[in-house]
Structures are given as structure tokens and as C-alpha cells.
Antibody, heavy 118, light 110 residues
Framework: QVQLEQSGAEVKQPGASVKVSCKASGYTFTRYHMHWVRQAPGQGLEWMGVITPSGDSTRYAPKFQDRIIMTRDASTSTLYMELNSLTSEDTALYYC???????????WGQGTLVTVSS | QSALTQPASVSGSPGQSITISCTGTSSDVGDSYYVSWYQHHPGKAPKLMIYDVTKRPSGVSDHFSGSKSGNTASLTISGLQAEDEADYYCCSYTSINTYVFGTGTKVTVL
């Protein structure tokens, strides 16, 4: 069955970077786009970006455009999301999601809590 | 890129039907075949309930249905059940090849 296993919680200082991973299993990793979505405390879901199956192209939400990098490693079926210049507003639960093939996320990781605090 | 507008809360009694609206613009909902809906219990993984405006993934109950008119998409839950109590989010593909979520709606079963 499809599983997306995310890396553990992180605590970072303001101005630092964080890199979250998402290891996929149970399907052909190189056939599907992958997304990152986050939810800050008390807030709604927020789409961050998407990466193509081959990893050769990404599309980011405008608000993250200049400080996010999404990559993927086909050899380990792992997706990565790096967010730079962290502020307290980046404290959130970060989810990876597999695209269904029809512009929606059909399987999701369990979430990775990133806390930004001095 | 503003979030799509949803009512903050909707409630109903068991067995009733409720509808959650999701209002966007001609640059997202109004121009997209790709509107999806998610059920979310905070702290857990969201669950895809509707995709491509009206389609249900396998395993999702047929008492969930989706529709769209102009810039507004809707999710209807017919025959409301206690286990339907959750947060619901719409999501639309946009004209600049990004995605935008709705503000979220808390569904309460009375």
C-alpha cells in the first residue's frame, strides 16, 4: 500500500533553514507529481509547491518563491523540501502529498512539525 | 494569491444534508476543472474526498458529492453522520499553474 513517511520534528532558530524529507513506498515514485502543504497553528491548509515526476521542474506558491527548494531522489524514492530564512510564522505542521494524477493529493504523509523559536 | 472563501462553520443534525461553499475567482475556481475537497482532522493527514469537481476516489462514501457553478464550488454531505464531523477544505488549480486552498469549514454534527 502507498505510504509516505516523513522525517521527525525540528526546532530551528529564526533565520535558519530546515530540510524535511518524505520517503515514499508502495507505488512507482517516478510517475507522480509530489506536493508540500503546511498548516500553522490555528490556521488552514496552505499549498507550498509541487515537483514533477522526474524532478526537473518545480512550481512554488508566490509567497515561498524566493526561499523554498523542492527536490526528489529517485534512487531512494525520497522527496525533500528546504525552507530558508525561517521566522516564527513558519512554525507549522508540514505535509507531503502524492498527486493523484488529477491535480489533487490522494496520499499524504503524517506531517512534520517545524518549530521556529529563539 | 488569496485563499478561497469558505464559511467558517456549518452544522446539521444526523441525517440532514449540508452544503459547504467555496468561492474563488475567474483565475482559479471559475477557470478550473480541478477543484478538490479534503476532510481534515487537525494533526492527522488530510483525506481526499472529491477531485475534478465531482469525482469521488474509491472508498469515499457516496453521501459526499461535489459541484461547481461559476466561481463557486460546493461540497454536499447528504445524510450527515457523526463521523463526518471534521474540517473541510476546498482546493483549486489556478491560471498561473499553482494551487490555492480554501479558508476551511468546521462541520459540526449536532
Amino acid at each position: 500500500q502507498v505510504q509516505l513517511e516523513q522525517s521527525g520534528a525540528e526546532v530551528k532558530q529564526p533565520g535558519a533553514s530546515v530540510k524535511v524529507s518524505c520517503k515514499a513506498s508502495g507505488y512507482t515514485f517516478t510517475r507522480y507529481h509530489m506536493h508540500w502543504v503546511r498548516q500553522a497553528p490555528g490556521q488552514g491548509l496552505e499549498w507550498m509547491g509541487v515537483i514533477t515526476p522526474s524532478g526537473d521542474s518545480t512550481r512554488y506558491a508566490p509567497k515561498f518563491q524566493d526561499r523554498i527548494i523542492m527536490t526528489r531522489d529517485a534512487s531512494t524514492s525520497t522527496l525533500y523540501m528546504e525552507l530558508n530564512s525561517l521566522t516564527s510564522e513558519d512554525t507549522a505542521l508540514y505535509y507531503c502529498a502524492k498527486d493523484s494524477g488529477s491535480f489533487s493529493g490522494d496520499y499524504w504523509g503524517q506531517g512534520t512539525l517545524v518549530t521556529v523559536s529563539s | 494569491q488569496s485563499a478561497l472563501t469558505q464559511p467558517a462553520s456549518v452544522s446539521g443534525s444526523p441525517g440532514q444534508s449540508i452544503t459547504i461553499s467555496c468561492t474563488g475567482t475567474s483565475s482559479d475556481v471559475g477557470d478550473s476543472y480541478y477543484v478538490s475537497w479534503y476532510q481534515h482532522h487537525p494533526g492527522k493527514a488530510p483525506k481526499l474526498m472529491i477531485y475534478d469537481v465531482t469525482k469521488r476516489p474509491s472508498g469515499v462514501s457516496d453521501h459526499f458529492s461535489g459541484s461547481k457553478s461559476g466561481n463557486t464550488a460546493s461540497l454536499t454531505i447528504s445524510g450527515l453522520q457523526a463521523e463526518d464531523e471534521a474540517d473541510y477544505y476546498c482546493c483549486s488549480y489556478t491560471s498561473i499553474n499553482t494551487y490555492v486552498f480554501g479558508t476551511g469549514t468546521k462541520v459540526t454534527v449536532l
